[in-house]
């Protein structure tokens, strides 16, 4: 397993105009610093979920027919930094599986820090698995999980993971978006001028689309758009009782774009502070 590097980039999308998986490929293009391994993207194509995933760049990935194939109203994508698991193409994102509700496929950012046991768990189950990735466990978890609606399920399975985990689903009803509790990873929402609604790790890729209405994803928030576009409700997680904001720093300081903004604050500002900082208080003596 490799050592944990979590600057994966997700992204999810709902477009009326039927080119959902157009615009998540120019979403993961603008995150494509977060990961170089591979790329993937899938599509609710009539009444199916279709996926293209491929190692390499974004722009290497996917071909103008995978595009064409993908294409409908919805739509996740994935470009991939390891986190767990090799970089070995079968553990790259999104994940689809058929469940007894219908296909569903995730995707996500962040590492699952239970995955040991997670995996133990479906494997006692009789649960097959075929990757090394944390990703799969999160997805065969809600395949299991409870409840009438995508939503309560999802909600379900997030109380049995523990870490960093911001993410996109996407089934035949509709495209989910959430964040961990502790709101550890990056995500943020906004709105075309066309009226895609669009999830982005980072609002530089927002921004880049043309997005406006962007917000940030609260920690342990997830955001329903359903299969008309309708955004239809916002419903907190179940937040562990010593859950606290833990922001990861290195979004300042490595993972995002510089024009980008993270917990309300600009990404180039913030790393101009530290620059300023620095030598003021670890002066150049001080480090012989």
């Not at 590097?5 to 999308?13: F, I, K, L, P, S």
């Not at 998540?24 to 979920?49: C, T």
């Not at 916002?234 to 300042?252: G, H, L, N, V, W």
Request: charged letters at 15%; proline letters at 4%; a neutral charge.
């Amino acid at each position: 397993m490799n050592g944990a590097r979590e600057a994966c980039g997700v992204t999810a999308v709902h477009s009326p105009s039927g080119e959902a998986s157009r615009i998540a490929y120019y979403s993961l293009f603008a995150l494509q610093h977060r990961g170089q391994e591979a790329a993937g993207i899938a599509g609710h194509v009539g009444n199916s979920i279709q996926l293209r995933k491929h190692g390499g760049l974004v722009s290497q990935a996917f071909s103008e027919a995978d595009i064409e194939a993908l294409q409908g109203n919805s739509a996740i994508g994935h470009t991939r930094y390891s986190t767990t698991g090799s970089s070995n193409i079968r553990n790259a994102q999104p994940f689809l599986i058929d469940t007894m509700h219908g296909p569903v496929a995730l995707a996500h950012n962040g590492n699952i820090v239970n995955a040991g046991a997670l995996r133990s768990k479906l494997l006692k189950r009789g649960v097959g698995l075929t990757s090394a990735s944390d990703t799969e466990l999160m997805l065969m978890t809600l395949a299991g999980s409870e409840g009438d609606t995508w939503v309560q399920r999802i909600r379900e399975a997030m109380a049995s993971w523990v870490g960093a985990f911001s993410f996109v689903v996407l089934t035949l009803d509709g495209v989910y978006a959430a964040r961990d509790p502790w709101g550890f990873r990056p995500l943020a929402v906004g709105t075309t001028a066309e009226g895609a609604f669009v999830v982005a790790s980072e609002t530089c890729a927002l921004s880049t689309l043309g997005c406006h209405e962007i917000r940030e994803i609260a920690p342990g928030e997830i955001v329903a758009c359903d299969a008309q576009g309708k955004v239809s409700m916002t419903s907190m997680a179940a937040r562990p009782k010593d859950a606290k904001s833990a922001a990861c720093i290195f979004e300042f300081v490595y993972f995002s774009r510089p024009d980008s903004e993270w917990n309300g604050l600009s990404v180039h500002d913030v790393r101009r502070s530290f620059a300023s900082n620095w030598p003021r208080n670890h002066p150049p003596w001080l480090m012989w």
